[in-house]
T-cell receptor, first 111, second 115 residues
Framework: LAKTTQPISMDSYEGQEVNITCSHN???????ITWYQQFPSQGPRFIIQ???TKVTNEVASLFIPADRKSSTLSLPRVSLSDTAVYYC????????????FGQGTELSVKP | EAGVAQSPRYKIIEKRQSVAFWCNPI?????LYWYQQILGQGPKLLIQ????????DSQLPKDRFSAERLKGVDSTLKIQPAKLEDSAVYLC?????????????FGPGTRLTVT
């Protein structure tokens, strides 16, 4: 299973765009890239998933370059409520696969 | 749609005592996971069930931890005897059995304190 590396912490201000980059140099052909968000005293929550190029949903965008050795989660116009820990994961899928959570990136959004 | 339910939410026990956690996954989700999350760390997978069969329990400390998923629905995780280092949040998650989607739905967790 590919290991991921991401910054331990990031600071931002309300209204800014936040980009969190994750490296996964040993990603395998069948692996997808997934991001989760976790608030204090809650379980992680799925944000977005992608395989290549760009994926966008109502919450975030995920940019994946052609070599797939890294990915960037983009949060547009963050608010105070986006303060959380963000995890980048690489995995093979639910059927027999498993996800390994790293330490995550603690994002702090200030007013 | 109801989410993943867990109980209890909090539990305080003394070392060497036993404890059990219960999880009810989202209806129709064939895959169920138990994670251990120590303060300041990401969740660590303890065991994964597919229906009522174990898919992966490689990180489950089998000398003290056990888990079962009778009838492929609810699941129970037990610790016996507990150690101080078992203090953590125990998260249950469930998902559909798909190869192209990694969305796991997590419950609120059970915070265990071992004194």
């Amino acid at each position: 299973l590919a290991k991921t590396t991401q910054p331990i912490s990031m600071d931002s201000y309300e209204g800014q765009e936040v980009n969190i980059t994750c490296s996964h140099n040993n990603i395998a052909t069948n692996d997808y890239i997934t991001w989760y968000q976790q608030f204090p005293s809650q379980g992680p929550r799925f944000i977005i998933q992608g395989y290549k190029t760009k994926v966008t949903n109502e919450v975030a965008s995920l940019f994946i370059p052609a070599d797939r050795k890294s990915s960037t989660l983009s949060l547009p116009r963050v608010s105070l409520s986006d303060t959380a820990v963000y995890y980048c994961l690489v995995g093979e899928g639910n059927q027999g696969g498993k996800l390994i959570f790293g330490q995550g990136t603690e994002l702090s959004v200030k007013p | 749609e109801a989410g993943v339910a867990q109980s209890p939410r909090y539990k305080i026990i003394e070392k060497r005592q036993s404890v059990a956690f219960w999880c009810n996954p989202i209806s129709g989700h064939a895959t169920l996971y138990w994670y251990q999350q120590i303060l300041g760390q990401g969740p660590k997978l303890l065991i994964q069930f597919q229906n009522n069969g174990v898919v992966d329990d490689s990180q489950l400390p089998k000398d003290r931890f056990s888990a079962e998923r009778l009838k492929g629905v609810d699941s129970t995780l037990k610790i016996q005897p507990a150690k101080l280092e078992d203090s953590a949040v125990y998260l249950c998650a469930s998902s559909l059995m798909r190869t192209d989607n990694y969305e796991q739905y997590f419950g609120p967790g059970t915070r265990l304190t071992v004194t």
